[in-house]
């Protein structure tokens, strides 16, 4: 079937605008602010946004599974992976085994990795009021909102973060 014939064949098609589909616009506008918020700590600390997203959910809970990290995150396994080994290296975390579960490893933030995190979340903080100064308090509570019914619509559905569960196995 060419595309003109898909087109024919389905009329909702024509009117699809790719700049106005939801989905499409939350990617391109997450992606833009992880770049704008990436800057600050991918230069003064040499970090990525997976390692980043890592030591920030382990500065927040202390200390999980990197599946659990794959679930807060919503990143794929192997940029966890990837992340957590980095990490690893530049001596940011630890990884000891689950005393209640041997095959599972848990992730925690070194000293130096809590340093890493309670110098970063100011910067941050700064990147997202500057962001957000563009929108009225009536504005920011609606997005707030906004957001909230659509991520517990997504969760009622069974969407979870990653579509994981936090005790599955992992191997990052």
């Known amino acids: ?17 790719l700049g106005k589909y939801l989905p ?34 382990l500065g927040q809970q202390s200390s999980m599974s990197a599946n659990a990290v794959i679930v807060h995150t919503t990143m794929d396994k192997v940029r966890v992976s990837r992340a957590v080994a980095k990490l690893l290296k530049a001596g940011f975390i630890t ?12 992730l925690a ?8 995190y309670r110098q970063i979340v100011p910067l941050v903080q700064e990147v ?16 707030n909102n906004a957001l ?6 997504l969760e009622h559905l069974g969407e979870t973060a990653a579509g994981l569960e936090e005790d599955e196995d992992d191997e990052a």
């Open 128 to 143: 997202e009021a500057e962001i957000v100064a563009e929108l009225s308090g009536d504005e920011r509570s609606v997005l």
């Open 95 to 106: 990884r000891d085994s689950d005393s209640d579960d041997r095959r599972r490893a848990i």
């Open 1 to 17: 079937m060419t595309n003109d014939a898909a087109l024919t064949a389905h009329p909702l098609l024509l009117s699809f605008e």
């Open 24 to 57: 499409f616009r939350l990617t391109v506008l997450s992606n833009r602010l992880t770049r704008r918020v990436a800057r600050f700590y991918g230069q003064q600390f040499k970090l990525s946004a997976p390692e980043w997203r890592t030591i920030a959910v």
């Open 148 to 153: 909230a019914k659509i991520e517990a619509y």
């Open 109 to 116: 933030l070194t000293p130096a990795g809590n340093e890493i």
